[in-house]
């Protein structure tokens, strides 16, 4: 079974938030109680927290599904529903957060840094908080928001500042074990290096982190070998050490040709957070305890340094030059962490334009004559409609009026009957209709708006009206009738 994971696809669902609740107060001797429905719970996010006792992805791996609480209903007596709870998942340090299209989300570096993933969704509006001075008693309410549902794909790339870069075999476990606290797996048979390894080495007054990964093979960055999976572990690190076997009796090697295919490879290896070839390398000749590896090293050494390379000549059995190589390892470190800049703390406000509607209205490219509205706030309206509720529609489309929607679909030309999509909704344009200030508000029955009545026959009270005025003039004229006769 796979202990260690570096690249998962993460499916998360915030949750959903809770619906307003529509109520009237009842009471004994109260008679105009008013609205008392409350609003509904938020809905939990799903938060992704670096802990630095999680070293890998593997929980995601088993479980890749995660989803947030949902927010509980409103009720009754202005009580408002409960909050879903935040789902909070570890990560560990150095995660990626990518997007669907590949795009870096986030780079979670640190102790305590969070990312939310995926954002709960509002509770809805209870109708004592939509009651107004034109809405005294609303008869409806709002319906909480989905939850953000998401794909994500995290990918851990170890936060070391040396890398170890090198054939297999060629000794990088054993340098780091030599150097360090690390007990990585040591054989002497290709690829005995699986997964990552990190130790911690100390060179006078600078402690730094050392990454050993698994060999690389021509071809790596195209995937062949295992290199492809696991470069990205030394795309942070800030200085890379080629680990040069000097000893290897495979035909055709030599401390130079493998150089050549190890920076042909770095160079072709394109990851999120930069390039490769541009990063400070030193290299290592290593195995000189063995004799014929020292007579090597000595004559491949004035070759590499005319390349400008700082060249060690190592030894991870006898411990040869390994002094010298930390302190050289630590001087470059020092001075890429010198040359960093200072992380700014600022607080940054950005404040929307004066001139941003909060919406766009443009030509729906698959309905001919129709348009598309976009923005967060009519969205947002829209999905937290409720559409058997005729109150509840006259409330959106006094809001989308006010908003200025409805100018603006006449400004471009849309004509009464076009199609307007909002939210994967689509509507019926009508222009200054009732939905817009020209005809106000007046309420009637609730969770009725008269506004929407097409219907041509009477109501009850239209007809229990009409009733009593025909019978009052059929009073006035008896009336008018016995007055003549009297008369005569």
């Not at 072709?268 to 070839?277: A, C, D, K």
């Not at 689509?426 to 009725?448: C, I, K, Q």
Request: hydrophobic share 40%; glycine share 12%.
């Amino acid at each position: 079974m796979a202990s260690f994971i570096d690249r998962v696809v993460l499916h998360v669902r915030a949750g959903n938030g809770g619906h307003g609740v529509a109520s009237v107060h009842r009471e004994k001797f109260k008679p105009l109680g008013g609205p008392d429905g409350g609003n509904g719970g938020r809905g939990g996010d799903v938060v992704l927290v670096v802990d630095r006792n999680v070293h890998t992805l593997l929980d995601f791996h088993h479980h890749p599904h995660q989803r947030g609480g949902n927010g509980k209903q409103g009720a009754g007596s202005n009580r408002s529903g409960a909050e879903g709870g935040d789902l909070e998942l570890s990560v560990p340090d150095g995660t990626v957060v990518l997007g669907e299209d590949g795009d870096v989300l986030a780079d979670l570096t640190g102790a305590g840094t969070r990312f939310i993933a995926a954002q709960g969704g509002r509770g809805g509006l209870g109708n004592a908080a939509l009651a107004s001075t034109r809405r005294k008693a609303p008869g409806f309410a709002l319906l909480g928001e989905p939850g953000d549902e998401r794909d994500l794909v995290l990918e851990l790339k170890s936060v070391a500042d040396v890398g170890l870069v090198g054939f297999p075999s060629a000794g990088k476990s054993s340098l780091i074990a030599a150097m360090s606290a690390a007990r990585p797996k040591i054989a002497d048979y290709p690829f005995t290096t699986l997964v990552p390894n990190l130790g911690v080495v100390s060179a006078a007054d600078t402690t730094f982190t050392m990454a050993d990964v698994p060999g690389l093979i021509p071809g790596a960055a195209e995937g062949k070998g295992l290199g492809l999976d696991f470069l990205r572990h030394i795309e942070r690190c800030s200085v890379l050490l080629h680990v040069l076997d000097c000893a290897t009796l495979d035909p055709g090697r030599d401390p130079i040709s493998d150089l050549d295919a190890l920076e042909d490879e770095l160079a072709r290896y394109v990851g999120t957070l930069g390039e490769l070839r541009d990063r400070p390398r030193l290299v290592a000749l290593n195995k000189i305890d063995v004799p014929e590896a020292a007579d090597l090293a000595a004559l491949v050494r004035p070759e590499l340094e005319k390349r400008g390379l700082r060249v060690f000549e190592v030894s991870a059995v006898s411990h040869a030059g390994l002094r010298e190589l930390g302190f050289a390892l630590a001087a470059e470190v020092e001075a890429d962490r010198a040359a960093r800049p200072v992380p700014d703390e600022r607080i940054v406000l950005r404040p929307p334009a004066v001139d941003d509607t909060g919406f766009t209205v443009a030509p729906d490219p698959q309905e001919p004559g129709g348009f598309v509205v976009r923005g967060g706030k009519p969205e947002r309206w829209v999905r937290q409609t409720d559409f058997s509720n005729e109150e509840a529609v006259g409330y959106l489309a006094d809001r989308l009026a006010r908003l200025g929607v409805e100018n603006e679909l006449s400004r471009l030309g849309a004509e009464p009957g076009a199609s307007v999509t909002i939210g994967g909704v689509t509507f019926d344009f009508e222009p200054a209709s009732a939905l817009a200030d020209e005809v106000e508000f007046n309420p009637t029955r609730r969770g009725a708006d008269e506004r929407f009545d097409r219907s041509t026959r009477p109501r009850a009270d239209q007809r229990l009206a009409a009733k009593r005025a025909r019978r009052k003039r059929s009073d006035e004229d008896a009336e008018d009738t016995g007055d003549s006769e009297d008369a005569e």
